[in-house]
């Protein structure tokens, strides 16, 4: 059953369809969630007892740190699927990823450095899990600039399917640094065994910006990966086909939902 | 209203993240539909470069 869903989504022309269909189911929670969590986190959650009000920049930084690593695990899971099934589409989707990826990890290094400013007196330290996050960073543009070095799609998609897969190991290297190293950055609070360390109304604003980061980095994910498989399939008669519904024609009513989803954005 | 923009002395780490965030976000809207329309646009005058006849 499971193949045969894997082989389903292999093939370009369903992707592309499925893709623009789930486009709004994941962009309109997105929305809802994210507004839910703002509004939670700036109002109803009560200050910190040690911080105060600069607490409230987790609501921020916890989303865009937890999106950097999915984002890279999903780019890694998907390039080693196209390198070892050979799948175009997988190869899609870990293309669309590095560039998500990369902002949210620097957003996730900017907004930990003004944290860090007021919390421990420095907007930078060479700490373990500072410097493997910015080594991310590294890993994403190094991923970005070693694809646009080849003209040939195949080769690109091998060469940085094998950058992805080494650089994962990364992944773990940053959730653990401040269990296995002296750092001066908190441990764990919601992501980690047993319950989650951190009052109820200050907990769920932040599960809410988490799912509804989650359900963002879907939406603008899926988006790309369209626009990669119409690039990678030059002359595939579905793009025929595609770009036809797209543009009205007998499914409609799908393009419309997308352009309202996004125009709600 | 003025004491909840303070936010007790952090004004000026609080805010500067969420609007940092609110731009990159915004950002990536921007640019994956971009490329889409990108995409689209190409296809289709590559079509029309192939078969003239059907796409004209």
């Known amino acids: 059953m499971a193949w045969v869903w894997l082989h389903r989504f292999g093939s370009p022309p369903y992707f592309y369809r499925v893709a623009r269909r789930l486009v709004p189911w994941f962009a309109w929670p997105a929305l809802l969630l994210c507004l839910g969590g703002l509004i939670g986190g700036l109002v109803f959650a009560p200050p ?7 607490f409230r920049i987790i609501y921020v930084h916890a989303p865009a740190a937890w999106l950097s690593l999915m984002t890279y695990v999903v780019m890694a899971l998907s390039a080693a699927v196209g390198l070892i099934w050979r799948m175009n589409v997988a190869h899609a989707v870990a293309a669309s990823c590095p560039k998500i990826g990369a902002s949210f990890t620097a957003v996730a290094l900017a907004t930990g450095m003004l944290w ?5 007196g420095t907007f930078w ?11 991310l960073l590294f890993l994403y543009l190094s991923y970005i600039a070693l694809r646009s070095a080849f003209d040939d799609v ?10 992805a897969i080494v650089g994962v190991i990364d992944v773990p290297i940053i959730h653990y640094s401040v269990i296995w190293w002296n750092s001066l950055h908190q441990a764990p609070s919601v992501l980690r065994f047993g319950a989650p360390t951190i009052a109820p109304s200050m907990l769920y604003p932040l599960l809410m910006m988490l799912v509804g980061f989650t359900c963002f980095f879907a939406a603008v994910m899926l988006t790309r990966a369209r626009a990669e498989l119409l690039r990678r399939e030059r002359t595939a008669q579905w793009i025929v086909e595609a ?23 | 209203m003025l004491k909840f923009l303070e936010m007790g002395g952090y004004a000026w780490y609080v805010w500067p993240s969420y609007a940092l965030m609110l731009i990159v976000a915004a950002i990536n809207i921007v640019a994956a539909r ?5 995409a689209q646009r190409e296809a289709r005058a590559r079509l029309a470069r192939a078969r003239p006849r059907e796409h004209s």
Request: a negative charge.
């Open chain 1, 48 to 54: 910190d007892f040690r911080q105060g009000e600069g």
């Open chain 1, 116 to 120: 860090g400013r007021p919390m421990w």
């Open chain 1, 125 to 135: 330290v060479w700490d373990p899990r500072l410097t493997s996050e910015l080594l």
């Open chain 1, 154 to 163: 195949a080769r690109a998609d091998r060469a940085s399917a094998v950058l």
């Open chain 1, 243 to 265: 770009l036809d519904a797209d543009q009205g024609g007998p499914s409609r009513g799908g393009g419309r939902t997308e352009q309202s989803a996004a125009s709600a954005w």
């Open chain 2, 34 to 38: 971009g490329a889409l329309r990108d």
